[in-house]
């Protein structure tokens, strides 16, 4: 049993296992995309299906091989309870026959996460930067809603339909803060207030340039701190694979010395 289980584990570990396994999530996110186009579905409807099946049953073999070569040591792992749960919801959606479950087969695209160890990496500085991210949320909201106060006093009687009340106020000045459109919002607003570029310029410059960057900063420093202890890691495997083969080089050379010379 021993012998079977090391096969396993050596066919699961292999890179063309991995390579298998990625090529088939790949080909059904393309088949998953091909659905959408009613010309194509109507044409290769049958085979699009037969394929997809084919594939989310690929996908619980390979979860089947994985407990069995892991066993107890499975769901010790986050990365397989994510895959595993990926898998059931999407076994579940393909065999439903609810549109709305059949929507969420599209989540087999997510596995690529689990078998790209750089993609992991960044979803798991993005999950460490969350009590980062949340503090500055936070920040920028409040900075947000007392720009809305400001908003809303100045303007709001002139410009109600922007900036009616703090809510409105807040939902204005998110679009603002998107840069999407903001210009058109600042000129209906100088139209009655001809100094009100200062508040959207003062706005802007606080809540776009500035705390958003601080996201981005957030993440870049989380994935700075995770990537580190793998460059570490691969470094101390080049170190002793270096110190190996000098060992083994001198072990050759004391060898030949001691070989008779014809």
């Given at each position: 049993?021993?012998?079977?289980?090391?096969?396993?584990?050596?066919?699961?570990?292999?890179?063309?296992?991995?390579?298998?396994?990625?090529?088939?999530?790949?080909?059904?996110?393309?088949?998953?995309?091909?659905?959408?186009?009613?010309?194509?579905?109507?044409?290769?409807?049958?085979?699009?299906?037969?394929?997809?099946?084919?594939?989310?049953?690929?996908?619980?073999?390979?979860?089947?091989?994985?407990?069995?070569?892991?066993?107890d040591?499975?769901?010790?792992?986050g990365?397989?309870?994510f895959?595993?749960?990926?898998v059931?919801?999407?076994?579940?959606?393909?065999t439903?026959?609810?549109?709305?479950?059949?929507?969420?087969?599209?989540?087999?695209?997510?596995?690529?996460?689990?078998?790209?160890?750089?993609?992991?990496?960044?979803?798991?500085?993005?999950?460490?930067?969350?009590?980062?991210?949340?503090?500055v949320?936070?920040?920028?909201?409040?900075?947000?809603?007392?720009?809305?106060v400001?908003?809303?006093?100045?303007?709001?009687?002139?410009?109600?339909?922007?900036?009616?009340?703090?809510?409105?106020?807040?939902?204005?000045?998110?679009?603002?803060?998107?840069?999407?459109?903001?210009?058109?919002?600042?000129?209906?607003?100088?139209?009655?207030?001809?100094r009100?570029?200062?508040?959207?310029?003062?706005?802007?410059?606080?809540?776009?340039?500035?705390?958003?960057?601080?996201?981005?900063?957030?993440?870049?420093?989380?994935?700075?701190?995770?990537?580190?202890?793998?460059?570490?890691?691969?470094?101390?495997?080049?170190?002793?694979?270096?110190?190996?083969?000098?060992?083994?080089?001198?072990?050759?050379?004391?060898?030949?010395?001691?070989?008779?010379?014809?």
């Open positions: 049993m021993s012998a079977w289980r090391g096969k396993v584990e050596k066919l699961v570990d292999s890179g063309a296992f991995q390579i298998v396994v990625l090529t088939l999530i790949i080909v059904n996110a393309v088949i998953l995309g091909a659905e959408t186009f009613p010309g194509i579905k109507a044409r290769f409807g049958d085979m699009l299906m037969l394929t997809d099946r084919v594939i989310i049953y690929a996908f619980v073999g390979e979860i089947i091989l994985r407990i069995l070569a892991e066993r040591a499975y769901l010790r792992n990365w397989n309870v895959d595993f749960v990926i059931m919801i999407s076994l579940l959606a393909a439903s026959g609810l549109a709305a479950l059949r929507a969420f087969r599209v989540l087999r695209v997510l596995r690529v996460i689990t078998v790209i160890p750089r993609m992991r990496l960044v979803v798991s500085a993005f999950l460490d930067s969350i009590p980062g991210i949340a503090s949320g936070v920040v920028l909201a409040l900075i947000v809603y007392v720009f809305a400001i908003a809303a006093n100045l303007y709001g009687p002139d410009h109600p339909q922007l900036f009616g009340d703090v809510f409105t106020a807040m939902y204005t000045l998110f679009q603002v803060m998107t840069l999407e459109g903001w210009p058109d919002i600042a000129a209906t607003v100088a139209e009655t207030h001809t009100s570029w200062i508040f959207f310029l003062t706005f802007v410059m606080i809540a776009t340039f500035t705390m958003l960057n601080l996201f981005v900063g957030i993440v870049v420093r989380v994935v700075e701190e995770d990537a580190d202890p793998v460059i570490d890691d691969i470094a101390t495997s080049q170190q002793a694979v270096s110190a190996d083969i000098k060992a083994l080089r001198e072990d050759i050379a004391a060898l030949s010395r001691r070989l008779p010379r014809g």
